[in-house]
Every structure is written in structure tokens, then in C-alpha cells.
């Protein structure tokens, strides 16, 4: 009788560890779907850029060029991607804010570090260019800023600013994601070292002037928050607290 217990404890531990196994297989292959697409992509032609940014489940795409200094549009929204297709829900876009809340679905693959996929409008192959893998990679909202000398909790609300990181690239984008409006946005390249987080801008929705400049930060992760103070693009002196978005 002992042996049959402890066989048959053995049995159900068996068809546990057996379940236990199937199910995170069937999820992993779309969770390794996402993951796969993390860090930056670029595509060019000409002068012209595009720039596909994943971290945290949350991509964005920006087409512009830096040469001449024009930014032409940006969306962006959580994403997955699982059996060759990327399902985005859009949450801003700069030309069209009626696509806010819709989900879209494109097709992709990658080999050898090229994205072929029709997310740009067209099928175009991408280039990684880093592979999402840095302290800061993910996704940012700011949670609390200085004014007039006090800390103040800014709550997540539907108008909001976001700041996504790859491990050289980032883009924030100030938006509202119940009434579609499109405040502006803004990325480039950084870097991140020896508590200094500088920026340098490739594209600016709202001033065009900004290109080419660089702003330096004191910067640290502290509590798993990102806290970063300077001066602003304007001049202004800063003191924020960012976290990742959690929903």
C-alpha cells in the first residue's frame, strides 16, 4: 500500500512537472515572439530614416530625416508578435488619431538580424542596430517632478508622457490615449555611464531646431526607478523621477 501511495505521488508529480512544462511551452512561444523583437531597428533610404523601437511589450515607429531635419510621423502601443504576426494597439499617432484603441497586425520575420516586415507601410527589411539589452532598456513614465522646491506624485492618467529605451536608442512621446491628441515627440541616440545620461537628437516633432543638439543628465537607477535632473531643452531646471509603466 506504501508503494502504490508513493507511486502514485509519483504519478502526479510526473503529469504536474509534465503540464507544468506544456503550458509556459505554449506561452514562451509568443512571449519569445516579443522578446525577439526587442531593441532598435533602422531602415533607410536616402536621407530618409525609420526607427522601430522595442522594450517592455511597447514599440513606436518614427519615420523622419536627420539630414534635413524633418520629422513626418510617429505611432506607437503595446505590442506582441507570436506566429509571424505583430499585433500592435495603437496608442498615438501623429498623423491619425482616430487609429488611437484600434489594433493593427503586420507580418514579420527575422534572420541574421534583419526584420522583414510590412510594419513601415510597405515590406521593408530592418536592421538591428541593438539588441534591447541595458539598465535603462524598457519602457518610462515620469511618477514624480520637482516644483518650487517639492516632490509632486504625478498619477497615471491618460494624458501622458512615456519614454522608451532601447540599449542606444530612446523616444518619448507626450500623449493621450482616450482622446487620441498628439502632443509631440522626440528621440536619438544615448548613453548611459558614469551617472551621466546624455541624449543626442535625431528628430523632434515640435522643433526642428533641436536636431543635432545633445543635454547631458546626472542620472541613476535607484528602487528600480530612474532618476535624472539637469536642465530641460529650453533651459529650465529638472528633477524627475521615472518608473516603468505598469498597468
Known amino acids: 500500500m506504501k508503494y502504490l501511495t508513493q507511486h502514485a505521488t509519483g504519478a502526479v508529480i510526473l503529469s504536474f512537472l509534465l503540464i507544468g512544462f506544456a503550458v509556459p511551452a505554449s506561452f514562451s512561444n509568443g512571449y519569445a515572439g516579443t522578446t525577439m523583437l526587442n531593441g532598435a531597428w533602422q531602415s533607410a533610404e ?12 511597447y514599440g513606436m515607429l518614427t519615420k523622419y530625416d536627420k539630414t534635413n531635419k524633418k520629422f513626418f510621423h510617429s505611432f506607437g502601443g503595446p505590442l506582441t508578435a507570436k506566429d509571424g504576426k505583430i499585433s500592435l494597439k495603437v496608442e498615438f499617432n501623429s498623423d491619425d488619431k482616430t487609429q488611437v484603441g484600434k489594433t493593427l497586425q503586420y507580418d514579420f520575420s527575422i534572420s541574421n538580424n534583419i526584420l522583414t516586415s510590412n510594419i513601415g507601410g510597405t515590406k521593408m527589411q530592418w536592421q538591428r542596430t541593438d539588441d534591447g539589452k541595458s539598465d535603462l532598456a524598457g519602457n518610462w513614465r515620469i511618477t514624480q517632478r520637482k516644483q518650487d522646491g517639492k516632490m509632486g506624485e504625478l498619477p497615471l492618467r491618460a494624458r501622458r508622457t512615456l519614454k522608451l529605451l532601447t540599449a542606444t536608442r530612446f523616444q518619448w512621446a507626450a500623449i493621450n490615449i482616450e482622446t487620441g491628441e498628439f502632443s509631440g515627440t522626440g528621440g536619438g541616440t544615448y548613453t548611459f555611464a558614469d551617472g551621466k545620461y546624455t541624449e543626442h537628437i535625431e528628430f523632434f516633432s515640435r522643433d526642428n531646431t533641436r536636431v543635432g543638439a545633445s543635454l547631458s543628465f546626472d542620472g541613476k537607477i535607484e528602487n528600480g526607478n530612474w532618476i535624472h535632473s539637469g536642465l530641460s531643452s529650453r533651459g529650465d531646471p529638472i528633477y524627475e523621477i521615472w518608473s516603468r509603466m505598469k498597468e
Do not use: H, K
Open 46 to 57: 536616402g536621407s530618409i530614416e525609420q526607427s522601430l523601437l522595442v522594450a517592455d511589450g
